[in-house]
């Protein structure tokens, strides 16, 4: 009898083992990736051919009416707050082709015009990446298999492909924001630092929210927080998530990705996994997320935080240019 007894609480204690090693490994993940993992992604993660072999949208698709008429109830007081930085006219180190305005009267004195113009891709302005601005998946293709072609893409019309011309009738969903240095009790993120997937399951616990299908994700490193403290940087170094975040945002099935920097964790002493090998490049092209890049998440944080509501209507719409890689853009989040 004492055997039996003992047997037992031999098997429950294997049993309690097992099952906290399974619970821990749910929010932890490997954070090594290798090239070979990036090639077997590419291949397992794919979305190409999800949604038809001539989709254009991606994980847009994943945005449903149904999708829509959820995020539209998450309007309890109809406050707004801008995700956009205002447009930076100064050169600086972190913005190397500042916007450039010019101002003029018209010629019966009555009405005033204005110029602008600007290289909006890179680290600087906020911006929409339309899936035709990425070429990193299998063969040098972009999202479904679209080959570049520089003749045509340099052309007067551009890209006939994942253009920013698909997203015309514009953003409706739920957007989250998941506040790393809130998480961690700091200020900001210091430049190369990396975001895990239990950093955003843990954000998740805290915030009481689930990323879930269709759900435009912002993720905030504080980025012009610390900018405002120490100044411009280089950003040769910068906070981001990390290439073992990518299964996790397949399987969330996450629609559309923000963040204040191009999406992905940046460093020196990083692993070369070639071009495709951090979040921005294989979001877009394989998992066809469109993305919105240099966000500034500052005021977003501080309204969710007074309202301790981090979820919201996310409303977006990029310029409808045909042909185009992406657009300057200014979402916005209502509460």
């Known amino acids: 009898m004492a055997r039996r007894v003992a047997l037992g609480l031999f098997a429950l204690a294997i049993a309690a083992f097992v099952a906290t090693r399974s619970n821990s490994q749910s929010t932890q993940t490997n954070h090594t990736v290798t090239k070979a993992d990036i090639e077997r992604w590419q291949h397992d993660l794919s979305n190409w051919g999800r949604w038809g072999?001539?989709?254009?949208?991606?994980?847009?698709?994943?945005?449903?009416?149904?999708?829509?008429?959820?995020?539209?109830?998450?309007v309890k007081e109809g406050f707004s707050v801008s995700l956009a930085r205002t447009a930076m006219t100064e050169k600086a180190p972190d913005n190397p082709n500042p916007y450039e305005v010019e101002w003029y009267a018209g010629a019966n004195g009555t009405s005033a015009f204005d110029r602008f113009s600007v290289q909006y891709h890179g680290v600087a302005h906020t911006h929409f990446d339309a899936m035709d601005h990425n070429f990193t998946g299998p063969g040098g293709k972009a999202y479904n298999g679209y080959e570049f072609n520089?003749?045509?893409?340099?052309?007067?019309?551009?890209?006939?492909?994942?253009?920013?011309?698909?997203?015309k009738n514009g953003i409706f969903t739920r957007g989250i924001l998941i506040d790393i240095p809130r998480l961690k009790g700091v200020p900001y993120l210091e430049p190369g630092t990396p975001v895990y997937v239990e950093d955003l399951e843990a954000w998740e616990k805290k915030a009481h929210v689930h990323v879930s299908a269709g759900d435009a994700l912002f993720v905030r490193t504080g980025r012009w927080a610390r900018r405002a403290a120490v100044g411009p940087w280089d950003m040769k170094s910068f906070a981001g998530l990390d290439p073992s975040v990518i299964p996790w945002l397949k399987q969330r099935d996450v629609a559309l990705l923000g963040g204040e920097i191009p999406q992905m964790v940046l460093s020196p002493n990083m692993p070369d996994l070639g071009p495709g090998g951090n979040v921005h490049s294989f979001a877009m092209a394989i998992l066809g997320i469109h993305l919105f890049d240099n966000c500034d998440l500052d005021a977003l944080a501080e309204a969710a935080a007074a309202r301790n509501r981090w979820e919201f209507l996310l409303t977006a719409a990029p310029l409808p240019i045909p042909g185009g890689t992406g657009s300057p853009i200014n979402p916005i989040a209502t509460f």
């Open 150 to 167: 520089a003749a045509v893409a340099t052309s007067k019309e551009g890209h006939p492909r994942n253009t920013v011309l698909n997203v």
């Open 53 to 74: 072999k001539d989709d254009q949208l991606g994980a847009l698709n994943l945005i449903t009416p149904e999708k829509r008429r959820q995020a539209a109830a998450l």
